[in-house]
């Protein structure tokens, strides 16, 4: 890991009540953020536990609805940044988190690129206990706020599934944010939530407790992964940590109710240079999909990765981190 860069200070003085306090809303003593589900704990997989030590949140405005106020938003912050290159964003899948980039973000960080794995708005550990609106405006919408605060720089947005929906949504409003984008096995032709959002709110939420359930987690995982069943019990306890959260089910609902994404119509009008990107073995999404989106893009190159299923940046991270890095550098072009 790249060390952190510090101006030289005058030695610290002792520590008060007040810094102590702080320290441990920051960590607890295994080292992780006091704000995780303590299901953290216990995890095994040791790319998910060291990635969990690093999530932090940041304070993002937001004014949606009746919503007014600051977002305390969970992301992984680069060490460093770099103001000459364009920085990697990383987004994750329909109900995840950043701990979905666990194998991945280390080597992003050997490859020297600035990299943000950031939770997108209603999914993974912010701080929802005042909820927002958490339909598909909503969520481009803080991810607009976010980067205007913090990145400024125009960015590599990484979308994987439906994350390539949020990304396709996100760059067709708010172009000058974007300066590459990168589609994995993207779902960006479902029309929303069809039927659901006409649910009553108790079947809503019913359905909703149903999602969060262990077996359907590990059914969902079985499909996505070829690996060993206490690989894919650890992995299903990784992917539903964030489910632990508190405001979690009112932000599911709120997003089954609102509709949706529907980007369809977006596709054609995205000028950006785009990487493509499908997997040999994916049993989700079909691979035809990802050719019909080549073929509708503007400016779209499309490389396959071999040995993998719908979450390439998880089972081959080397191969991934790979395409990233030369499609980054223009070596892919």
Not at 96 to 110: G, M
Not at 254 to 282: P, R, W
């Amino acid at each position: 890991m790249m060390g952190f860069l510090r101006m030289v200070t005058p030695p610290a003085s002792p520590p008060t009540k007040r810094s102590r306090r702080r320290r441990r809303v920051r960590a607890n003593g295994d080292g992780f953020p006091v704000f995780l589900p303590k299901e953290v704990k216990d995890i095994k997989d040791p790319f998910a536990r060291a990635l969990a030590q690093r999530i932090v949140r940041i304070p993002v405005p937001l004014q949606m609805g009746n919503f007014r106020g600051c977002v305390m938003s969970s992301c992984i912050k680069p060490i460093v940044q770099q103001h000459d290159k364009s920085p990697v964003v990383l987004l994750h899948c329909f109900d995840s988190s950043c701990l979905e980039w666990r194998r991945t973000y280390p080597l992003l960080e050997q490859a020297s690129l600035e990299t943000w794995a950031i939770d997108v708005l209603g999914w993974g550990f912010s701080d929802l206990g005042k909820l927002p609106p958490c339909d598909a405006a909503s969520k481009r919408h803080h991810l607009f706020e976010l980067w205007k605060t913090y990145i400024k720089r125009p960015m590599i947005l990484v979308g994987p599934s439906l994350g390539a929906t949020v990304a396709v949504d996100f760059t067709a409003t708010y172009p000058e944010a974007v300066d590459k984008l990168v589609l994995i096995n993207a779902n960006a032709y479902s029309e929303g939530t069809g039927a659901l959002k006409d649910l009553p709110k108790s079947i809503a939420y019913a359905g909703v407790k149903l999602l969060k359930s262990f077996p359907l987690r590990l059914l969902a995982n079985v499909l996505a992964f070829s690996s060993p069943l206490s690989e894919n019990i650890d992995w299903t306890n990784i992917g539903r940590l964030h489910c632990q959260m508190p405001w979690w089910e009112d932000a599911m609902v709120d997003f089954m109710i609102s509709g949706g994404y529907n980007v369809a119509s977006h596709i054609k009008h995205i000028n950006q240079k785009t990487l493509v990107v499908c997997s040999e073995n994916d049993q989700i999404v079909s691979n035809q999909l990802s050719v019909k989106l080549l073929c509708e893009l503007q400016n779209a190159v499309f490389r396959e990765v071999p040995d993998s299923g719908h979450l390439p940046h998880v089972e081959n991270p080397k191969q991934f981190v790979k395409l990233i890095s030369d499609f980054a550098s223009g070596k892919i072009n």
